[in-house]
């Protein structure tokens, strides 16, 4: 059912109401804007599925309280873009909610599978691909399109239930509830500006003055791009950042002789950036930022990585869970490190595997091959 007016989403809602199960799912533009444009909303019950046109329905208000129910699960898979654009629109984010991406990579599927992988093994469905690539925006929408969002939500359903089936069997059904909590946390999708710098692509090049330089740039550049809804490599690219930071440009001459830079910036914003580069580089040593990652010249560190991976892919085929799920490499690097909040250390992961990563990593185990299989030696 395609919704363009406010009465069939009111009705919607109403009957919804009754439903135990609310799957759902966007589409969205995010090319030539900073927030992503919600184009459809794709819902879906036991009974029925409706595509809600926001560009017609003025006011999607009404969702609210169905999104924040108690007694409705809402089914996502990989819900975090549709999540933060629904909290967007609405101020709310559903609760509670079952991601069936998250749930897959602890029934034996890759950690990232796609929908289409998921539903073909779980319900035979081979789904059309035709209208991935499509520019939701334009209207009106062609049958083949409305067909391919409501193919995005009518399976969800049933892959929740042949889930939950799985999960309880294997006794794992609280195992994904910290992190469906965590993508219902508004502080997700809340980024601090001036931790924008952490991210940005050859950033680990700059020393601790570049950096600083970099972390007000990236600052201000988000908070611009964010001001005129527009993608933040409109404004400056992580790489012409990195690289005016890396000169240490305090004029604007040196700053446009990043490449593309004036191009971008008007003399108004060159003047901002240069003055912000100029701040970084001089302050104090005491507030300059450090380095996310330690230098990858740690021997030491290597090898105990290493060995706790052999450790991680023995424990992770044995549970039939997708590696990456149970310990990334990172994971493994800040156990070795001496970290303890770390998430292969806390409930479930730790089970499986995070106490015996703390035995090899303190001596208290070792490793071997024997009959070309990986076992592991108590040491007294």
């Known amino acids: ?137 334009l209207r009106p929408l062609k049958e083949s399109q409305l067909e391919y969002a409501a193919d995005d939500v009518i399976y969800l359903p049933q892959v ?41 692509k050859r950033g680990s090049s700059l020393n601790r003055r570049q950096l600083a330089a970099a972390r007000e740039v990236a600052a201000w550049r988000e908070l611009k791009a964010q001001r005129a809804d527009r993608p933040r490599k409109w404004v400056l690219t992580d790489e012409q950042i990195v690289e005016a930071c890396k000169r240490g440009a305090r004029t604007i001459d040196e700053l446009f002789m990043v490449r593309g830079v004036r191009e971008k910036l008007s003399t108004r914003d060159a003047r901002e ?6 701040k970084g580089m001089d302050l104090p040593e005491d507030q300059l930022p450090k380095p996310e990652r330690a230098s990858k010249s740690e021997p030491n560190v290597d090898i105990q990585v290493d060995l706790m991976e052999a450790l991680a892919r023995l424990r992770a085929k044995e549970s039939d869970i997708a590696l990456h799920t149970l310990a990334s490499r990172d994971d493994l690097a800040a156990v070795a490190r001496g970290h303890r909040n770390v998430a292969v250390l806390k409930g479930w992961r730790r089970t499986i595997l995070g106490n015996e990563l703390l035995d090899l990593a303190e001596g208290r185990i070792a490793l071997a091959v024997s009959e070309n299989q990986l076992k592991i030696i108590p040491l007294s």
């Open 273 to 278: 950036v240069v003055a912000l580069i100029a």
């Open 160 to 200: 929740y239930r042949i889930m939950i089936e799985k999960l309880q069997a294997k006794g794992r059904e609280q195992w994904l509830q910290a992190e469906f909590d965590e993508l219902c946390n508004p502080a997700r999708y809340h980024e601090d500006p001036r931790e924008r710098y952490k991210r940005l």
């Open 1 to 137: 059912m395609y919704i363009d007016n406010q009465e069939s989403l009111e009705a919607f809602v109403r009957r919804a109401r009754s439903s135990g199960l609310l799957a759902i799912d966007t589409e969205f533009l995010r090319e030539s804007t900073y927030y992503p444009k919600l184009c459809l909303l794709q819902m879906a019950t036991d009974s029925e599925v409706v595509l809600i046109d926001p560009f017609k329905v003025p006011d999607l208000a009404p969702l609210r309280p169905l999104l924040e129910d108690q007694s409705i699960v809402k089914l996502f898979h990989a819900g975090g873009q549709d999540l933060e654009i629904i909290y967007r629109k609405l101020g709310v984010l559903p609760t509670p909610l079952f991601d069936t991406q998250i749930a897959a990579s602890v029934l034996g599927h890759p950690q990232q599978i796609g929908y289409g992988a998921l539903v073909a093994a779980m319900c035979g469905k081979a789904l059309k691909k035709s209208d991935s690539f499509t520019d939701w925006s």
